[in-house]
């Protein structure tokens, strides 16, 4: 089993910055594609961004190409989304996955193992 943290969350104006990270512990094998997801209230859970194991393949939706930033540390497990540029739209939970997949899916089916989320507010 693979447990993933998240932390990070909280409020911020249109236009500031917040940086999320996501610990794993567990079976860590298994963490070979790592990234995240949100889901607004009323909304699907939707992709935002994924790296795979070497970091070789990242992979952004479209809505964040440009503003946001996922970045790796495999010595600890680790991964972390920088959003800058934010704006209301952006307001969700943000979970993140893993999976033992080596190829980065952006459908949350293609993901076995969650965090709790962590709340992004972002005022007007």
């Known amino acids: 089993q693979v447990q993933l943290v998240e932390s990070g969350g909280g409020l911020v104006q249109a236009g500031g910055s917040l940086r999320l990270s996501c610990a794993a512990s567990g079976s860590t094998f298994s963490t070979s594609v790592m990234g995240w997801f949100r889901q607004a209230p009323g909304k699907e859970r939707e992709f935002v961004a994924a790296?795979?194991?070497?970091?070789?393949?990242?992979r952004y939706a479209d809505s964040v190409k440009g503003r946001f930033t996922i970045s790796r540390d495999n010595a600890k497990i680790t991964v972390h989304l920088q959003m800058n540029s934010l704006k209301p739209e952006d307001t969700a939970v943000y979970y993140c996955?893993?999976?033992?997949?080596?190829?980065?899916?952006?459908?949350?089916?293609?993901?076995?193992?969650w965090g709790q989320g962590t709340q992004v507010t972002v005022s007007s």
């Open positions: 790296v795979s194991w070497r970091g070789g393949s990242i």
């Open positions: 996955a893993a999976d033992i997949r080596t190829y980065i899916l952006t459908v949350k089916e293609g993901y076995n193992y």
